[in-house]
Every structure is written in C-alpha cells, then in structure tokens.
C-alpha cells in the first residue's frame, strides 16, 4: 500500500507564514509529479502548485510569488512553503502524488487526507 501523510497547518494571521509537508510511504518505485491542491468550502478543488521530476514547477497565478514547492526525492517528501498568506487562502490543502508502485505497474495518482489551512484577517 501507498500512504501519503501530510502535515503543517494550522492558523496563521493575514501575512502568517506556513510550511506544509506531505511524506510518502510504502511501495514506491518511482514518483513521477508531487502536487498540492486545495479546497475551499463550495468550492471545486484546484491546483496549486506542481513539482514535475525533472525539476520544473509551477503554480497557479494567485499564489506565484508567494508560495514555493519543493521536493526531497530521496526522502519521498513535498513541501509548500506559504508565505504572505491572505484570507482568501483559507482552505484544505491536499497533496496529490502520481506514482508507480512497481515497474510493472502503471503510474497512478494518490491523495493525501488533507490538511486545513486557516489565515485570519
């Protein structure tokens, strides 16, 4: 089985800073993309940033600048450094990884249990 466990949220004030973690465990073979998402109430979940294995990143354009994704492929670990964080970020965020748990196996996508992240104004 593949686990993915997430953890760095919390409460932070209008221009708080959070760090968020997502570690992965199990059978992993191979870790193509490492992914947050996040979703606010009545909201559909969206992409925030992404980390592809050659090392490109991206993000979606109402956090670039302000938040930063990174990976520790040795460790099998995301992070999502937040900085000047805003109410309008106030949300679960979720890690998502597409992975392969053998060779043999096609690559897939997993989901962590989510972590709420709440800035107060």
């Known amino acids: 089985q593949v686990q993915l466990v997430e953890s760095g949220g919390g409460l932070v004030q209008t221009g708080g800073s959070l760090r968020l973690s997502c570690a992965a465990s199990g059978m992993i073979d191979r870790i193509s993309t490492m992914n947050w998402y996040r979703q606010a109430p009545g909201n559909q979940r969206e992409l925030v940033a992404g980390?592809?294995?050659?090392?490109?990143?991206n993000y979606a354009d109402s956090v670039r600048g302000r938040y930063t994704i990174s990976r520790d492929n040795a460790k099998k670990i995301v992070y999502l450094q937040m900085n000047s964080l805003r109410p309008e970020d106030t949300a679960v965020y979720y890690c998502n990884v597409r992975l392969r748990r053998r060779v043999i196996e096609k690559f897939k996508d997993y989901w962590g249990q989510g972590t709420q992240v709440t800035v107060s104004s």
């Open positions: 980390s592809f294995s050659t090392g490109e990143t």
